[in-house]
Every structure is written in C-alpha cells, then in structure tokens.
C-alpha cells in the first residue's frame, strides 16, 4: 500500500510577506541588505501533507542539503508506483521546491518497507527508527493533524516532539513551511547560523543567545527573516 493521498497543494499563504518585509528593511539595516541582494520572497508552499513535512524534515536533519537530498531521492525510489516529477535536492528555501510534483508514500507503506530498503536509501538506524515510529503515529492517528493550526508554536512543537527522531528543529521546520508561522526562529540551524555569521561580521557560528539577540529586531517576522538567511546563502552580495 503506498501513493499519493490525493491531497490539495493548493496555496494557503498564512501571513502577508510584504508587511513583514517591510518590518524587516526598517528594523535591522543588514537584513535589508539581504533582501536587497536576494530579491523578491519566494518561498513555495509545502503542501497539504504533514506526514510528509515531518518525514523530509527527519531525512534532512543533521545534513548538507546535497546528501540528503541524495538520500531523500533514494528513499522515494524504493517506491517505483510514485511517480515523482519534481527535484528532490531542492530545499525548502529554494524558489525551485515543487511539492505538488514529489508525492510520498502512505505511513503503512513506510511501515512495510523492510531494512535492506532503508539501507539501500543511505538511512541511518536512527533515520530509519525515527521513520517508521513517526509513520505509526499517523497509521494509528496519534497526531493531532487536525487541531495543529490552531495551536501556538509552542504546542505545536511539544506535540511533534513524542515522535521519536523529531527534535524541535524538524517541529520548528514544520512551524516554518508546513504551517507558515511568521516569527519562527530556529537558533540551532546551521545554514542561519552561518548566513548570520558571514553577513553580520561575526568571527564564529553564534550561539543561540546570539542568533535570538541579533534576531530580535525581527520579530514578529522571524520566519520571513530566516528565508532571507537561507537564500543568502546562494547569493552574493556586495560589500
């Protein structure tokens, strides 16, 4: 048993880029800089499908986004009844990421995948225990898809947490591009630490006291911040 759910990726834009960009070039001059040199926001909806946003964010933990895209792409190809049409390797941030073009496995079918396919996809035993627990919390409906938006960031993040492999950086990726929270601030992320680091002059990654003190005049817009970091990343900008 495995495929698409026949799922909606239709928008559902959950706040207005445009005021907290606006927020953004009055609040902080680097960051306006940033977004200077980036251009306009661009990033694309994450579909309708939590199961999925929870299962690529545990694939990508803790990776370059090459590898684990590699990984990723291996992983849907253990399932050759979905017919992916998208780039696997995108990341989230990138204008180029099509979730309406890269359907997913049902949790049974997850479930029903046996070790050697999870090996031959480059999985770790963690990486696998954390799939196969987190498709039986959907198998058996232990989370709460449908009271998640109404939820603050905080539930939301204790919730996702009982899934074993879920840390509160795969729940504040779900904040971000699955529910489109605003003002998400992940502190231990590695690409926004160094985008951080490179843009703001730092001699070293910074701390999470860092990251929140420099992140701070972006609030209530921290999510549309973080993009801009991300982006950043593939972007030069003048001096």
Request: charged share 25%.
């Amino acid at each position: 048993m495995s495929g698409s759910r026949g799922v909606s990726y239709a928008p559902r834009m959950s706040y207005d880029p445009d005021a907290g960009i606006a927020h953004l070039r009055t609040a902080d001059p680097v960051m306006a800089r940033i977004i200077e040199a980036v251009g306009p926001f661009a990033m694309r909806e994450d579909g309708s499908d939590p199961f999925r946003a929870l299962a690529r964010a545990i694939i990508f933990q803790q990776l370059s986004g090459k590898a684990a895209g590699t990984i990723y792409s291996r992983f849907l190809a253990q399932f050759p009844e979905l017919k992916a049409g998208g780039d696997p390797v995108a990341r989230r941030s990138s204008p180029q990421f099509d979730p309406a073009r890269e359907p997913f496995p049902l949790p049974q079918a997850v479930l029903e995948l046996d070790d050697s396919a999870f090996r031959a996809a480059g999985m770790s035993r963690q990486k696998t225990a954390a799939l196969r627990d987190l498709a039986l919390h959907f198998a058996e409906e232990r989370i709460s898809t449908g009271l998640l938006h109404a939820w603050d960031d905080e539930a939301v993040i204790e919730h996702l947490t009982q899934v074993r492999g879920v840390g509160r950086w795969t729940a504040e990726m779900f904040l971000i591009f699955h529910l489109r929270r605003p003002d998400v601030l992940p502190v231990n992320d590695i690409g926004i630490n160094r985008a951080i680091m490179r843009r703001y002059g730092l001699p070293a990654m910074p701390l999470p006291a860092q990251v929140r003190e420099i992140g701070a005049p972006w609030r209530p817009w921290a999510s549309v911040a973080c993009w801009y970091l991300w982006r950043s990343e593939d972007t030069t900008l003048p001096i």
